[in-house]
């Protein structure tokens, strides 16, 4: 994927965690495409990524996703984001977060994501949803 068109997708990826929609991210996805998010075992499949693209945006109501960068070294590419948001979903704390980190993407014959590995910094995220970022 040249340079341009790895960008659109980025784009239409980043407007798809926005969506509140979340079969729209797994749509990004090979059919037996994984995400993983730092230690966690990979959802696989469409069905399971979109659980847990959802499990986001019912813990943020106001998700939004900006991509920082993107990078590529050879066929390893690289997405960096800023997830903000306030958790108000159910049993939320009501606090901001602001966390950045970045996926690490393999893309499949079908120009889709084949695996994602996924990273932020849980213990970071995990204090602010108990006090809330140092700033909106």
């Known amino acids: 994927m040249d340079a341009t068109k790895l960008n659109d997708f980025a784009t239409m990826y980043t407007a798809a965690w926005c969506s509140q929609n979340a079969a729209s991210v797994a749509a990004f996805f090979a059919d037996h495409g994984s995400l993983k998010v730092n230690e966690g075992s990979p959802a696989v499949g469409r069905t399971a990524i979109t659980a847990v693209a959802q499990g986001f945006m ?17 066929a390893q590419v690289t997405y960096h984001w800023t997830l903000t948001g306030t958790n108000t979903g159910p049993d939320g704390t009501g606090k901001f977060v602001r966390i950045s980190g970045f996926e690490e993407w393999r893309f499949g014959p079908d120009g889709l994501i084949a695996e994602s590995k996924g990273r932020f910094d849980a213990a970071d995220y995990q204090r602010q949803l108990n006090a809330g970022a140092t700033s909106h």
Do not use: H
């Open 58 to 74: 019912t813990a943020f109501p106001d998700l939004v996703i900006r991509m920082d960068r993107l990078t590529m070294n050879g």
